[in-house]
């Protein structure tokens, strides 16, 4: 980047997008080139050998990444589980991690599945409740102290806001590192490097790339060690991202902020409606005025999200009417692209976490709100609650 850029949203336009030195085109080049020539043996230009080493699309992603998320590095990789495991490269046998108590499905089913044959233990803990946050790290005489704590915030599908400051605060006392998987909140709402986070994580297939069109992973950190074995394991276990996706990815970034501030004000709408109308027993979500959480929220986020999750006093097999009648939102995993998505977490999302510590109600509905018009969003849910046959009209109350 040449100039400095005060605001976000101007970053977001320009990073990564200066004009290209030879031909003067305005968007980074797609580079396919999986070889570069060398001028002499071992002197190569800028640095690129071999395309799963870098790659100069690869690194206009990386280098945006950390600008936005004010970091000295950034690293892509092939999707959010492939950099989430790249991160946990950083932990040795013997060693404790701890986690949010409803991390990611994926991320669970990782430490879990995977690392706990290779001798990490893995121990879900409510990282909202510091006390169990300070003794979950400190271990005790059979568990070691973490060596780990990764926080997921706000969470997934009960968007529980967890306090990144006091809890790496925790960390660095006891000599934990701190990562942040910040997909739900994206460097628009939330900048965990701030707070005192050693990395923040980004599935790229979300928020970021924005538009359903993309698998990818990133990491920023400004730790030089921490990078510099992060940047080995990219290298050497190779789940990088092709170049044509760490350009949609660069893409999707140039209009993250003004999808965010429509998406947010979107669920904003359709959670004061749902909170409103008869026949929902709870909304989850963290911009309610009487938040339990709401001094953090204001504290930690820029704006509360676009995430929205729901309840129901009827049963499920009328959520899951409900869940298969609404037409602008459709019925799918994923989210944070610009249409708008709804599912059944405990059915769909979350079913590799049935049976453990992260089961989630199997009443929820989980909404993506998307950047359409908020009253097409409402009257969508108003048709389907009607379908579902769900008491018709809002609370006088
Ligand atoms: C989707 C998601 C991931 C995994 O990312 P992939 O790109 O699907 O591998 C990790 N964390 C969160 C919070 C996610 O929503």
Redesign the pocket.
Known sequence: MSDRHDHFETLTVHVSADPDPATGAVVPAIQMSTTFKQDAVGQTRDGFEYGRSDNPTRRALEAAIAALEGAAHGIAFA??????QNILYLLDPGDRLVVSDDV?G??WRLADKVWRRYGVQTDAVDLRDLDAVAAALAGDGTAPPARMVWI?TPT?PLLKVVDISAVARLAATSGALTVV?S??ATPYLTRPLELGADLV?H????YLGGHSDV???LVATSRDDVAATLRFHQNAAGAVPSPFDCWLVLRGLRTLAIRMDRACANAAAVATWLQRRAGVARVHWPGFPDHPQRELVERQMRLPGAIVSFELTADEPVTRRLAATTRLFTLAE???AVESLIELPAAMTHLSVAESPLAVPPGLIRLSVGIEAADDLIADLEQAFVAAGVAAGVDAG
């Not at 999707?79 to 989430?84: C, E, F, K, P, V």
């Open positions: 999707s959010g589980l492939a950099a989430t990611y994926g991320t997921e997934n998987d997909t739900f994580l599935s790229a297939t979300k698998i990818g992973g994923s989210l944070g």
